[in-house]
């Protein structure tokens, strides 16, 4: 008895781990969409760190310490005044995607973007992102 409820219980646990794996962003429109709310609710590049590829990280890291800030906050007043961003299409660029971004500009202009991801180690990282207000 005592071995049929413990086996109830690991494959109990074993069903659970999918679920647990579709929280992972399914394709670089998720990826890109969840960096992106990520960013809007960021107070630092902490938050981001996970996101980035490891050019961008390396930079980061090479950046002084006393710098960091206030580069994230220029960077923050920029890419801040961005709303309603949304992926206008995904295209499959070799092992990465690059992606096609709208928005409303901080002038009520609709802007528009680009974003390059790549798999790397076995997950999705934001290489680049641009934008023309």
Request: no cysteine.
């Amino acid at each position: 008895m005592r071995t049929i409820f413990i086996s109830v219980i690991a494959a109990l646990l074993l069903a659970a781990l999918p679920v647990a794996a579709q929280k992972a962003p399914q394709n670089a429109t998720q990826f890109y969409m969840e960096y992106h709310d990520a960013w809007v609710k960021a107070k630092s590049m902490d938050t981001l760190l996970p996101y980035m590829d490891k050019t961008s990280r390396g930079q980061y890291d090479a950046t002084p310490k006393e710098q960091r800030g206030p580069m994230f906050q220029m960077m923050k007043g920029m890419g801040g005044q961005l709303t309603n961003v949304k992926v206008a299409k995904e295209t499959k660029k070799g092992d990465g995607y690059m992606l096609d971004l709208t928005a409303m500009g901080p002038d009520k202009k609709a802007a528009t973007g680009s974003a390059e991801v790549i798999m790397e180690g076995g997950a999705m990282k934001l290489k680049s992102e641009s934008w023309k207000m």
